[in-house]
């Protein structure tokens, strides 16, 4: 089983930069997609974007052109870069290894707020 979590969180001003940080344990990390996710209050959780283990990107469509994500094989890390924040931006952010299915493992979740 893959452990995770999450860091970086916090309170930022809109247009403002945070970049978040997702350690994971376990085997096979390399191969294994990893993805953020975020939940804001009253909605459903709503992907972010996604990378695979050889480095294959897929963002979703609110946050294209201003969030960046990446990954460190060797150290087991995932990244997300996230520039221009704004107030929809607001939510809670999860780390996901080895997809949104069954076999997938979530962090705790970190609170990222942008206020405006």
């Known amino acids: 089983q893959v452990q995770v979590v999450e860091s970086g969180g916090g309170l930022v001003q809109a247009g403002g930069s945070l970049r978040l940080s997702c350690a994971a344990s376990?085997?096979?990390?390399?191969?294994?997609?990893m993805g953020w996710y975020r939940q804001a209050p009253g909605k459903a959780r709503e992907l972010v974007a996604t990378?695979?283990?050889?480095?294959?990107?897929n963002y979703g469509d609110s946050v294209k052109g201003r969030f960046t994500i990446s990954r460190d094989n060797a150290k087991k890390m995932g990244y997300l870069q996230m520039n221009s924040l704004k107030p929809e931006d607001t939510a809670v952010y999860y780390c996901?290894?080895?997809?949104?299915?069954?076999?997938?493992?979530w962090g705790q979740g970190t609170q990222v707020t942008v206020s405006s």
């Open positions: 376990g085997s096979f990390f390399s191969i294994r997609i």
């Open positions: 996901n290894v080895g997809g949104y299915g069954p076999g997938g493992s």
């Open positions: 990378i695979t283990g050889g480095g294959s990107t």
